[in-house]
């Protein structure tokens, strides 16, 4: 839940913030919407695989929320490794939109000039 969260929210700032065609409501993100605005303004880096990010962490995600409130089992050992990877991916794809971010930011500090005081 956490990973799925991590994207939808750090996307959808990226998104705002780099002021492209989409504007999100950071009130009510999506991973579904998000996940779509990254991919169409190229915001995916190689090792990023979507198509986990969409199915795996998505549905499991949902699935852990409505088994939190039902209280049965949501991830086996079977499924495990796949949860294991959707979240790594997650992970990665927050790191590089943050570092996107970040780039943006210590530019824009590069620029001022600052003094000590004596």
Not at 20 to 48: F, K
Not at 62 to 76: D, G, K, Q, V, Y
Not at 105 to 115: G, I, K, Q, W
């Amino acid at each position: 839940m956490t990973a799925a969260s991590m994207v939808e929210e750090v996307g959808a700032y990226t998104i705002k913030e780099l002021e492209v065609d989409a504007d999100p409501d950071m009130g009510d993100t999506r991973l579904s919407d998000v996940l779509n605005w990254i991919s169409a303004y190229d915001l995916v880096p190689d090792e990023v695989d979507l198509a986990v990010l969409e199915d795996d962490l998505r549905s499991a995600r949902n699935e852990l929320a409505h088994s939190m409130m039902a209280r049965s089992t949501t991830i086996t050992i079977d499924s495990f490794g796949d949860y294991v990877d959707a979240v790594w991916s997650a992970i990665n794809l927050t790191n590089y939109l943050a570092e996107r971010l970040l780039g943006g930011v210590f530019t824009e500090l590069d620029a001022l000039s600052f003094t000590v005081p004596r």
